[in-house]
């Protein structure tokens, strides 16, 4: 199947600094990729809708000023957590649907290997 | 939006048992319903997924059976083995055009006992 890489797989910062992950999809195009937070031992919970090109669409709850996505090209999109804090500490994954265009539902959905955020 | 419930939340079996799990989802318009199994700390991988066309389908020791009237659909692992201990999850999601985002259910910890 297609794959999406993660980067990093396990960052530490200091509260108050800002974390970058990369979600890169390797042998496809991916004009939308999500993102999600898990907590140990919980669910998946998605974050936000990244789209080539234009703005991320948040879910509710999530400060789209804390957690910044850029989806600069058809393979990168970036999650920026900004002056974070030790409650941001969590795992945080990408995933990215395989195909162009909005027509069809027989694209794939693939994730990324996760990030551990750890802030300290 | 859409809201799946899964059970059981921890499910343990003997090895060559079979094991099912359970999800309801709210959104009848949702269409496209995959199942992931997640080891810890490690990406969740697909193991398999059905649309809504079809009621059933099969992959191995792992099928999956939907029922679009009542809402809810089920996997099933048949022999199972000590390596099928994971995390299991469903999700819905609504296919078509970019709304591709899938709604998981809480997980359901499978532990398979040699």
């Known amino acids: 199947g297609a794959v999406v890489s993660q980067h990093p797989s396990r960052v530490i910062c200091k509260s108050g600094t800002s974390v970058k992950i990369e979600c890169r999809s390797l042998d496809f195009q991916a004009t939308t990729m999500f993102w999600y937070r898990q907590f140990p031992k919980q669910s998946l919970m998605l974050m936000a809708t990244s789209n080539e090109g234009s703005k991320a669409t948040y879910e509710q709850g999530v400060e789209k000023d804390k957690f910044l996505i850029n989806h600069a090209s058809l393979t990168l999109s970036t999650l920026t957590v900004t002056s974070a804090h030790p409650e941001d500490s969590s795992f945080y994954i990408c995933s990215a649907r395989e195909g162009l265009g909005g027509g069809g539902w027989g694209n794939t959905i693939y994730f990324g290997e996760g990030s551990w955020l750890t802030v300290v | 939006g859409e809201n799946v419930e899964q059970h059981p939340s921890t499910l343990s079996v003997q090895e060559g048992d079979s094991a099912v799990i359970k999800c309801t989802y709210s959104d009848s318009a949702s269409n496209y319903f995959p199942w992931y199994k997640q080891e810890l700390g490690k990406r969740p991988q697909l193991i398999i997924d059905?649309?809504?066309?079809?009621g059933e389908k099969k992959d191995q020791r792992i099928a999956v059976t939907l029922n679009k009237t009542a809402k809810h659909f089920s996997l099933h692992i048949t022999e199972t083995q000590p390596e099928d201990s994971a995390v299991y999850f469903c999700a819905a999601s609504l296919g078509g055009g970019s709304n591709y985002k899938l709604t998981f259910g809480k997980g359901t910890l499978l532990t398979v006992n040699p």
């Open positions: 059905i649309r809504s066309n079809v």
